[in-house]
């Protein structure tokens, strides 16, 4: 059969025809000799226990309906959505009648003051006449009697005069601590009583998690222990702040508060809450993303002393945050598979990244052809001639990274935190 090469280079690009004829033998070569670019980690003992997910929600430990204290026509009430500092005016009542009143036991302090040095003068003068025999004894008596009447009349005037003040001050609602005004209960113009909620004010950043645990579970609670919050699908640490050790409600459960730090929490959110259900034990753990799921089982990549891949069969135990308890043919310190893995086949050859020093460097000398060959990614060649070459090269079924054969028990193993295969979680534990 001859080939008419000039009738293909018209309708079809002559590499593009060389690619697609010489890649099978590229693809053997690929699968037997050239490394997989992977990263690996170590499988380590830690201290982990069983537990359950129990419901929660983040709440605001400053969450308050602010009250009127004194009753009036509202003239200010802050918008919701403000930010308040505290100390800031929430609300504010007509206060007209409360400054006349102000003003009058102002001048009955005034009042008190005056008739108080009247006395003080004549006492004195009183005094300095008896002294000298000129004056009776008994009027000094009256007039000293009449200063000291005056003296706690002052203390009381002044005591009305504080009452008026405080009436005045209590008519501008000021907010207990800094928040967030998230419902104004009146508005301006209308009547507010005595007691009455005006606005609820609410400190979003001082947040913790609420949640209600069954009574048998408490047992495995203490203060200051160190629990996982799922929310979003994301798990971050938090503190046991309190453990109320009463069953409350029809439910009988315990209720526990949980301190969180850093940023992204919101009042309101719903959480779930993994709660130890045993004493710790310690086990054999790896990152999630170790694990390669397939037909219903469970494996993960371990690295040979030749750098070469070995499949091992795991079963999977109690998880917690990225760690996973797993029991296998592994060993404190042996390094697995936990970015790459999709795609390896045992026995075949690794080559580590380059921030992963602790299953060793990659030496490109001993890359073989793969440092020469330009259709190696990364390698500059002649087959960087066509930008579309090498994408229908990338996404050949023998490129590297690309659709592999399958070896004959079925499909592509696939990551277990790839997108089409989420890893066994907490979830499943339940």
């Known amino acids: 059969m001859i080939l008419n090469l000039s009738h293909w280079s018209r309708g079809f690009p002559l590499r593009l025809f060389f690619f697609f004829v010489l890649a099978p033998v590229w693809g053997v070569s690929f699968a037997s000799g050239f490394p997989a670019p992977v990263?690996?980690?170590?499988?380590?003992?830690?201290?982990?226990?069983?537990?359950?997910?129990?419901?929660?929600?983040?709440?605001?430990?400053?969450?308050?309906?602010?009250?009127?204290?004194t009753e009036g026509r509202l003239i200010f009430i802050a918008e919701e959505g403000a930010s308040i500092s505290a100390g800031d005016?929430?609300?504010?009542?007509?206060?007209?009648?409360?400054?006349?009143?102000?003003?009058?036991?102002?001048?009955?302090?005034?009042?008190?003051?005056?008739?108080?040095?009247?006395?003080?003068?004549?006492?004195?003068?009183?005094?300095?006449?008896?002294?000298?025999?000129?004056?009776?004894?008994?009027?000094?008596?009256?007039?000293?009697a009449q200063r000291d009447g005056t003296t706690y009349g002052l203390s009381a005037a002044q005591a009305r005069l504080q009452?008026?003040?405080?009436?005045?001050?209590?008519?501008?609602?000021?907010?207990?601590?800094?928040?967030?005004?998230?419902?104004?209960?009146?508005?301006?113009?209308?009547?507010?009583?005595?007691?009455?909620?005006?606005?609820?004010?609410?400190?979003?950043?001082?947040?913790?998690?609420?949640?209600?645990?069954?009574?048998?579970?408490?047992?495995?609670?203490k203060t200051a222990q160190v629990v996982m919050v799922e929310v979003n699908g994301d798990q971050f640490p938090a503190t046991v702040r309190t453990v109320v050790d009463v069953a409350e409600g029809p439910s009988r459960l315990m209720r526990i508060k949980l301190d969180v730090s850093g940023d992204g929490w919101q009042a309101g959110q719903l959480v779930r809450v993994a709660i130890p259900s045993a004493q710790p034990r310690k086990v054999l753990t790896i990152p999630r993303d170790a694990m390669v799921l397939r037909g219903g089982?469970?494996?993960?990549?371990?690295?040979k002393d030749d750098n070469t891949a070995e499949k091992v069969s795991v079963t999977t135990g109690v998880a917690q945050g990225d760690y996973i308890e797993v029991q296998g043919a592994l060993n404190v310190g042996d390094k697995v598979v936990i970015r790459g893995g999709e795609r390896l086949r045992p026995g075949q050859a690794l080559r580590f990244s380059s921030g992963n020093t602790s299953a060793g460097q990659w030496n490109s000398a001993e890359s073989g052809s793969a440092g020469k060959n330009p259709w190696w990614p990364g390698n500059k060649g002649e087959a960087e001639e066509?930008?579309?070459?090498?994408?229908?090269?990338?996404?050949?079924?023998?490129?590297?990274?690309?659709?592999?054969?399958?070896?004959?028990?079925?499909?592509?193993?696939?990551?277990?935190?790839?997108?089409?295969?989420?890893?066994?979680?907490p979830k499943d534990e339940e």
Request: proline share 3%; net charge negative; hydrophobic share 45%.
């Open 297 to 303: 089982g469970v494996s993960v990549f371990r690295v």
């Open 89 to 144: 005016v929430l609300a504010e009542v007509d206060h007209k009648l409360l400054d006349i009143a102000l003003l009058e036991a102002e001048a009955e302090v005034s009042r008190e003051r005056a008739q108080l040095k009247f006395f003080e003068r004549e006492v004195e003068r009183l005094q300095r006449l008896a002294r000298q025999n000129n004056a009776a004894h008994t009027q000094l008596d009256e007039t000293q």
């Open 386 to 425: 066509s930008d579309s070459d090498d994408s229908a090269a990338q996404g050949s079924a023998w490129w590297p990274g690309g659709q592999s054969e399958s070896d004959g028990e079925g499909a592509p193993e696939t990551s277990a935190w790839s997108d089409q295969q989420a890893a066994v979680s």
């Open 163 to 221: 009452l008026a003040q405080e009436r005045v001050e209590r008519s501008r609602i000021r907010a207990p601590f800094d928040g967030l005004v998230v419902a104004r209960l009146k508005r301006e113009g209308e009547w507010a009583n005595r007691g009455e909620a005006l606005v609820q004010l609410v400190n979003s950043r001082a947040l913790e998690v609420d949640s209600a645990v069954p009574p048998r579970l408490e047992r495995f609670l």
């Open 39 to 69: 990263e690996v980690a170590a499988v380590a003992e830690r201290v982990l226990a069983p537990s359950v997910w129990v419901a929660g929600s983040v709440v605001s430990r400053d969450d308050a309906r602010i009250a009127a204290e």
